[in-house]
């Protein structure tokens, strides 16, 4: 099992910047992905980026170029710089991580919320 803590979300006007942070205890061995994801209210959950083990990343169109992703292997924690906020990245961001092979354990964290006024 591995439990995931989220923090860093928060109010924010347009155009500001927060940074989430996910850190990971229990079986931490090889999280290979971690990643964030989002849901707005009466929408889906959508992915919004994920690192893998060797640091390559994958970006959702709508963030490329406003948000960066980032790990710390040392403490097992996934980061998320989040840039030039608009009022639709409103959302309750998720940090998700998955082990063993082909990814097939996938742990959730509780999610932390991130409004931006405009």
């Known amino acids: 099992q591995v439990q995931l803590v989220e923090s860093g979300g928060g109010l924010v006007q347009a155009g500001g910047s927060l940074r989430l942070s996910c850190a990971a205890s229990?079986?931490?061995?090889?999280?290979?992905?971690m990643g964030w994801y989002r849901q707005a209210p009466g929408k889906q959950r959508e992915l919004v980026a994920t690192?893998?083990?060797?640091?390559?990343?994958n970006y959702a169109d709508s963030v490329k170029g406003r948000f960066t992703i980032s790990r710390d292997n040392a403490k097992n924690t996934v980061y998320l710089q989040m840039n030039s906020l608009k009022p639709e990245d409103t959302a309750l961001y998720s940090c998700n991580v998955r082990t063993g092979t082909y990814g097939r354990n996938s742990f959730w964290g509780q999610g932390t919320q991130v409004t931006v006024s405009s």
């Open positions: 229990g079986s931490t061995k090889s999280l290979n992905p």
């Open positions: 690192i893998g083990s060797n640091g390559d990343t």
